[in-house]
């Protein structure tokens, strides 16, 4: 989709940048980064599994819906790059039509089926902007619920780390008006939807950050068999299983048994065990 503009607006006149500051490769670099981080934080904080299951699923979901977003509103609204002009190589003489003082495509002699031309008027909003804060955002998420960034203990240097992956997102965007690539607007709007999906994701894996067991990942919302991979204890050493009640089973959150005397240890297995409660 193509909108009209105006021939004379300054803000689509700037030259074509032929190369990038973050071309597409870096760009999946940069993506990926997000990745490694969150499976660094496992190695250092909770060396689990179930941890590293939910936090890669959520980081590859945030992606898919941030990037499925982007691509159908910069289809949809075909707003123009800064350097449209330049792709556009209008003709002549061109002056805006009236009454409205707007042009269509019209008045460009460069070929307007090609792929560099359809990419001019692709600016709003930036997926640069979007993918990174997606992926980079959930990687400070994560970081933050790992180290109980809101647990009202102030330690700086714990803020430092959780932010700094959100500065490699900021770079990247401000890359995007160096190359004339987009206007401040389309970086804004890309980081904001690429946070909030980061955020929405991470909330479906993971409790609020100001939880006391913000390191620890929900439960499963599907029982599962006794012989797959469990969820990693909790701080108090209980863990979550299916105990039988009089609805069939629940997940609940359970503590190993402990004999009490020589009697109960001679009658019960150390195996065995006692529910606390359903979660919240």
């Known amino acids: 989709h193509f ?12 030259p074509f940048e032929g190369s990038e500051v973050v071309p597409t490769i870096l760009l999946g670099v940069v993506i990926l980064s997000g990745y490694v981080i969150i499976g660094i934080g496992n190695l250092v904080f909770l060396r689990s599994w179930w941890d590293l299951h939910h936090s890669m699923l959520g980081v590859s979901v945030a992606l898919f819906f941030t990037g499925s977003i982007t691509q159908a509103v910069r289809i949809t609204v075909g707003r123009p790059r800064p350097d449209f002009i330049s792709r556009c190589l209008p003709r002549e003489g061109t002056e805006n039509a009236k009454p409205f003082g707007l042009v269509d495509i019209s008045v460009c002699t460069a070929d307007s089926t090609s792929l560099f031309f359809k990419e001019g008027a692709r600016s709003f909003f930036s997926g640069h902007a979007s993918l990174t804060a ?3 955002g959930f990687a400070s998420l994560y970081l933050a619920g790992k180290l109980h960034v809101f647990n009202k203990k102030g330690y700086t240097t714990k803020v430092w780390l959780v932010f700094t992956p959100l500065f490699g997102s900021i770079f990247v965007s401000i890359t995007r008006l160096m190359d004339h690539r987009h206007h401040w607007e389309d970086v804004t709007v ?11 994701f991470y909330r ?21 068999e006794p012989t797959t991979r469990e969820p990693p204890r909790r701080q108090d050493n209980r863990v979550w299983k299916r105990v039988p009640d009089d609805e069939g089973e629940q997940i609940m959150l359970v503590e190993p048994w402990r004999p009490t005397s020589d009697l109960e240890a001679g009658r019960q297995s150390p195996h065995d065990t006692a ?6």
């Open 134 to 136: 997606a992926s980079l």
């Open 204 to 224: 479906q894996f993971y409790p609020s950050l100001e939880d006391p067991e913000s390191h620890i990942p929900f439960p499963p919302r599907i029982p599962f």
């Open 3 to 14: 909108n009209r503009f105006d021939i004379n607006d300054t803000d689509i006149q700037y």
């Open 275 to 280: 529910y606390i409660g359903r979660p919240s």
């Open 190 to 200: 890309g980081m904001l939807v690429g946070l909030l999906f980061a955020y929405i």
